[in-house]
């Protein structure tokens, strides 16, 4: 399964970016898709996850009411609409699906964590100034 990312760019706080997600197949048995971050000298973390029945979503707390995922199961695509942007949110952006078999709620307790999912994009940058 490859995972095509889109939609990144640079832009000035306050602003806002989509970016896009596409998988080349569908990913049978994964129950969520999600979107991570990584920025210079940081750890990759979670940023927004949706279930694959697209009922649920969580967010971290640093992007809560400024970002919101979505998706279209018929394209298996996944897409995060960033708003009100600022610096701090300045990384490359990933887009991963799920690992199969891993249950929602066992992922979001432990917070969406990098080995919760089995197929990364390429990653696509997001830089705001």
């Known amino acids: 399964v490859q995972l095509v990312e889109s939609g990144g760019g640079s832009v000035q706080a306050g602003g806002s970016l989509r970016l896009s997600c596409e998988a080349s197949a569908y990913t049978h048995g994964s129950n969520y898709m999600g979107w991570f971050r990584q920025a210079p000298g940081k750890e990759r973390e979670a940023v927004a996850v949706m279930s694959s029945a697209a009922s649920r979503t969580w967010y971290v707390d640093s992007v809560k009411g400024r970002f919101t995922v979505s998706g279209d199961n018929l394209k298996n695509s996944v897409f995060l609409q960033m708003n009100s942007l600022n610096p701090e949110d300045t990384a490359m952006y990933y887009c991963?699906?799920?690992?199969?078999?891993?249950?929602?709620?066992?992922?979001?307790?432990?917070?969406?964590?990098?080995?919760?999912?089995?197929?990364w994009g390429q990653g696509t940058q997001v830089t705001v100034s």
């Open positions: 991963a699906v799920g690992k199969a078999g891993v249950p929602w709620n066992a992922a979001q307790a432990r917070g969406f964590m990098n080995r919760d999912f089995e197929y």
